[in-house]
């Protein structure tokens, strides 16, 4: 390090545990971050202050005015502009820090893409929102032995959890009872932001503890015994931090049995939120300018830039991404989806 960079971190480096040694370790370091949301935000604003030498954010969804509550990284004009995260986050982050390699990608975590988008991270962090990614981010963290942090907030509620494969208890320990993995950790019915809200203070809470236990591993200083997990409501003032015993059964790190990676268990449609649905298109490039234009002239309400296109459809909203995947806004019905993206874009 030079001396400029020796100022910018030097709070950083004084602090013993870190000292300029890790400092130059964390430099030197690569993560991801898969979802860039409210924990994704704030955690990825964390970790580029912090001087994490490269950072990979994976995101699918695009910015809107109902984000700005709570993602620390996103302004007005992200919204208007309908900009997807990945290309926000990666803009406003390389204007915090320089030293930082920053990269936005736009898309899902699937098992197709797991080893391109992870494999070359230090350390994997959870900012999505279903347990879908989050068992697939675990299939590939157990078997390729790579540390990852789980975290979720919704409402004044919070939780993390770091995972040292073959160490610690895994996600699938915590969340999967005995049986097919397609049966398990997907609870029915359970609150979400959609449903109950979020405050703001919850994901910065957790955030920015999955962002120490991050900065822990990358300079060799996490430990076994830190793989608690910890759960906060930050209405009440209330934490609890528990010891997860690993489980002989589990699916993962016990039979090793990787469902989720083997792409045995993510479904093709996902319901992403209230009242929407994602579709998934894989091998499929669209011309955004073409259709855009063929759209316009039928009639419709179109807006879109180099990322994604709109349509509105009232009451339905169709958002339609380079990749083939889109976003249908109105229904949770995933069949009147899938009639409504193959009207407008094609079977």
Not at 44 to 66: K, T, W
Not at 210 to 223: D, F, M, N, Q, T
Not at 250 to 277: H, I
Request: with cysteine.
């Amino acid at each position: 390090m030079d001396d400029h960079l020796r100022e910018r971190y030097s709070r950083q480096i004084l602090f013993e545990p870190i000292g300029e040694e890790g400092q130059e370790r964390l430099r030197q370091s690569k993560a991801t971050i898969i979802g860039c949301g409210a924990l994704g935000s704030t955690l990825a604003n964390l970790l580029v202050r912090a001087g994490v030498g490269h950072l990979r954010i994976v995101d699918r969804d695009f910015v809107e005015a109902s984000n700005l509550q709570r993602q620390s990284l996103f302004e007005e004009a992200d919204a208007q502009a309908l900009l997807p995260k990945a290309v926000a986050a990666e803009r406003r982050l390389r204007c915090i820090n320089s030293d930082v390699e920053v990269q936005g990608v736009i898309g899902d975590l699937t098992s197709a893409n797991a080893e391109e988008l992870l494999g070359d991270s230090a350390v994997l962090l959870d900012g999505t929102d279903n347990f879908e990614t989050r068992l697939l981010i675990n299939d590939y963290a157990v078997k390729k032995s790579v540390p990852w942090v789980y975290a979720a907030v919704v409402s004044s509620h919070g939780l993390t959890m770091p995972i040292h494969p073959g160490e610690s208890a895994c996600l699938a320990c915590l969340v999967e009872e005995s049986g097919p993995a397609e049966d398990s950790g997907m609870r029915a019915n359970e609150p979400t932001c959609d449903t109950v809200g979020v405050l703001g203070p919850t994901a910065g809470v957790i955030a920015s503890l999955e962002a120490a236990y991050a900065i822990k591993i990358l300079v060799g200083k996490s430990e076994t015994q830190d793989a608690r997990l910890v759960t906060v409501d930050v209405w009440t003032g209330r934490f609890q931090s528990l010891r997860i015993p690993r489980r002989d059964d589990c699916r993962a790190c016990g039979e090793r049995r990787f469902s989720y990676l083997q792409g045995e268990a993510q479904p093709r449609l996902t319901m992403c939120g209230r009242d929407s649905v994602q579709i998934h298109e894989r091998r499929r490039r669209l011309d955004l300018a073409s259709l855009g234009r063929h759209l316009a002239a039928a009639g419709g309400h179109v807006r879109q830039n180099d990322f994604l296109l709109r349509l509105l459809v009232p009451p339905y909203e169709l958002t339609v991404f380079q990749d083939g995947r889109a976003i249908i806004k109105g229904t949770r019905d995933p069949s009147l989806a899938r009639s409504i993206y193959a009207r407008y874009v094609g079977a």
